[in-house]
């Protein structure tokens, strides 16, 4: 039995910020992003919408390509670090949304990992006879939690959403293997102080900026190029699959440097690297859907190619999943 991918989707929000305008809101200029992020621009999510629409959209997207009804899902599971609200989960919203009132539906906290973990919990789940079609979604509307003083930070997101379907099947194409880890010493590396029960917000968090992400990047980076290796080596080791053997390399969509020293280590070359950091910067968790979507809609992908998808983020989080591409 394997748990198969039925179907992606995507929505990225039109209103493009390209570096350009960011020089004239911080102290930042094009040549340092695009020098030391590969950032060209990213997409912001408009005023009207938040997390749980993007999210709807790539749902609506992903169950139209697995050919299923809303009425068939039994599970849906959000990623985010953006939800709309600390609670009811963002995947009880979409749920709603959707109108699939035969699905349970819960969030994921696991940062710019956490379709990795979706991924990995809808794959356990589908062991049961219970549960026959989860969608899983990445969705971030992360310019709402961002500083747009702080140029460390601000350069560096964008919102969009990545959705799938998974389905049980017993063909070879599905999840072949999936690795998953956490280190909570790293969680003060990337975190929101304030909003939560530790230090609820208040007129002094908010005028702190307690309410908005930090990031102290240069450890992330570290941990980043670090586990990108580590988990791809364990999942090569776990199944015997050796990096030449990758036909979609699909890293967590950060830095370009982090992504080239991942590409250099493994050998992968550029055309079997999935880059979507250029375009539309740091989705967190929406990161590898969406490129997982992108690269099925663009006729990246056939039918037994093996994908490898590795990500890092808050937590701090890492894991990854092999998957041999390909539906019944
Ligand atoms: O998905 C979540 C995981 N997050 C990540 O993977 C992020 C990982 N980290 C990174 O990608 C990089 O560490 C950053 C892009 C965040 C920073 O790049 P860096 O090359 O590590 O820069 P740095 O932090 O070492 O700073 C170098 C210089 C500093 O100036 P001084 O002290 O050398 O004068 C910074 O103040 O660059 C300056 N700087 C900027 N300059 C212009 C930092 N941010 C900016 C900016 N524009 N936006």
């Known amino acids: 039995m ?19 305008e960011l020089e004239q809101m911080v102290d930042t200029s094009e040549k ?12 912001i999510i408009d005023d009207s919408e938040t997390t749980s629409d993007l999210a709807y959209r790539a749902a609506l997207m992903a169950i139209g390509n697995a ?24 995947a009880c919203v979409v749920q709603e949304k959707l109108g699939a009132w035969n699905a349970a539906a819960f969030d994921i906290a696991a940062g710019c ?27 971030e509307a992360l310019s709402r939690i961002i500083d747009y003083t702080d140029a460390t930070t601000c350069v560096l997101f964008g919102d969009g959403a990545g959705a799938a379907v998974l389905s049980r099947s017993d063909s070879e194409a599905g999840i072949i293997a999936s690795y998953l880890g956490a280190d ?9 102080p304030a909003g939560g029960a530790a230090q609820p917000a208040s007129l002094e968090t908010v005028e702190k900026g307690l309410h908005f992400l930090k990031m102290n990047g240069n450890e992330i980076f570290r941990f980043a190029t670090k586990t990108t290796v580590e988990v791809s080596e364990k999942i090569f080791a776990m199944t ?14 950060s830095n370009m440097r982090i992504i080239k ?10 055309e079997k690297t999935m880059i979507t950091v250029d375009q539309y910067g740091n989705m967190s968790a929406a990161c590898l859907p969406v490129g997982l979507s992108l690269a ?10 093996l994908v490898l998808m590795v990500a890092f983020g808050a937590g701090l989080t890492y894991g990854g999943v092999l998957l041999r591409w390909g539906s019944d």
């Not at 340092?32 to 997409?43: F, K, S």
């Not at 991942?262 to 992968?268: D, E, H, P, V, Y």
């Not at 809609?297 to 039918?303: I, M, P, S, T, Y």
């Open 240 to 253: 015997g699959v050796k990096a030449e053997d990758i036909d979609l390399f699909i890293p967590h969509q």
């Open 32 to 43: 340092w992003i695009l020098e030391r992020t590969g950032i060209r621009e990213r997409r």
């Open 2 to 20: 394997k748990a198969q991918i039925k179907g992606m989707g995507h929505a990225l929000p039109e209103r493009i910020l390209d570096n350009k």
């Open 184 to 192: 909570g010493r790293g969680g003060q590396h990337l975190y929101i």
């Open 67 to 90: 050919g299923i009804s809303v009425e068939e899902l039994d599970l849906i599971i959000v990623a985010t670090a953006s939800p709309d609200m600390l609670f009811p989960a963002t």
């Open 261 to 270: 020293t991942a590409m250099k280590w493994m050998q992968i070359p550029p």
């Open 296 to 305: 099925a809609e663009e006729g990246q992908l056939k039918a037994g190619d």
């Open 113 to 139: 990992t956490g379709f990795v973990y979706g991924i990995t919990v809808a794959e356990k789940f589908l062991l049961s006879p219970e549960y026959n079609n989860i969608l899983v979604i990445g969705a």
